[in-house]
């Protein structure tokens, strides 16, 4: 939020503070107007001597975005994450083909020891 914002809510806030104490306190209008007055300007005060110390201790450089850095390193981070889901996947169809390999040489055990089965069986 600007700080120009912040300077207009108080003024405001400051205004209808001020009206309702002064309706509150007083019976004449010109005691009513003298004192919503006295109140919005203390409240304009207040808000910039706070936003005046704000700005006095914070140091905007220093916390500024770097866009450009963060692109970088986004970019970086991108390029990894395609780069190890590429090895995921070849990991995977690693597995996947090994365990093809297991099936297809158990089923070939299994037809061996089936055939040497019948062999026997044939012989007795």
Not at 13 to 36: C, H, Q, R, Y
Not at 38 to 52: C, D, P, R
Not at 84 to 113: A, D, P, Q, Y
Request: proline share 1%; no cysteine.
């Amino acid at each position: 939020m600007k700080f120009d914002n912040y300077i207009s809510f108080a003024i405001v806030n400051g205004f209808f503070f001020g009206l309702v104490l002064a309706i509150l306190k007083f019976d004449s209008p010109e005691m009513i107007v003298i004192w919503t007055g006295l109140v919005t300007i203390g409240f304009y005060l207040l808000i910039t001597l706070s936003m005046s110390f704000y700005l006095m201790f914070f140091n905007f450089e220093r916390k500024r975005l770097h866009k450009e850095h963060h692109d970088k390193t986004l970019a970086y981070f991108i390029k990894e994450f395609e780069r190890r889901e590429k090895m995921v996947n070849r990991v995977r169809e690693f597995i996947h083909t090994i365990k093809m390999n297991e099936l297809s040489e158990e089923g070939e055990l299994s037809n061996e020891e089936n055939s040497q089965k019948n062999e026997e069986a044939a012989r007795d």
